[in-house]
Structure formats: C-alpha cells, structure tokens
C-alpha cells in the first residue's frame, strides 16, 4: 500500500462566494463538488487517506454531503481549523500552509517529508 495522504485545505470563509459553503457548491454534471475531482485523482495515483482541514462547524455538512460517501472507498480523517484562534494578521491562505505543514508533521514525521 502507498500510505499516501491528500490533505485538503478547505476552512476558508468563502466571503467572496455569494452564500451557501463554497467547498461543498455542486460544479459538475451530477452534482459532484471539486473535491470529488480532487479525491478521484488522488485515488488513481495510489493516494489512501484523505484529510479534510476544516472548520468545526462545517464538520457536519462535510460528513454528508462527502465525508460518509468516500469514506468507503478511502480512509478518511478531519482535523479543525478555527478562524477566532488565528491572529487577524495570519488569517488567511499563509495560516492554511502552516497548518498543513505541521499537520504533515503530525501524521508522516519529519522523514515523511522528505
């Protein structure tokens, strides 16, 4: 088994989208989101676990509408982004590369980035 990790990044506020939770908006024909594309692909290339970074109370939704559905094809965990605990001068996409860095850590060490 590859034991290869998609980490995707999607805590966003989604200000600009106009309503609604922009990470979870059907774009494709039968109502796939873009992370169904993401994951796919993901799966095709040896990828076995998927990491979801969100909010927690997008946690809900997340299990839902995607998190139930691909976790019986893939292994799937969450881990919370919380917007109040970012430091207003951090807040935005260089937070999200942090947490992803550190959460690369958390799950692979050090020699797993390499």
Known sequence: MSQATLVIMAAGMGSRFGGGIKQLAPVGPNGEIIMDYSIYDAMEAGFDKVVFVIRKDLEKDFREIIGNRIEKKV???YAFQEVDDIPEAFKGTPIVLVTAGL???????????I
């Open 75 to 77: 292994e799937v965990a």
């Open 103 to 113: 959460m690369a850590i958390a799950f692979f060490g050090f020699s797993g980035l």
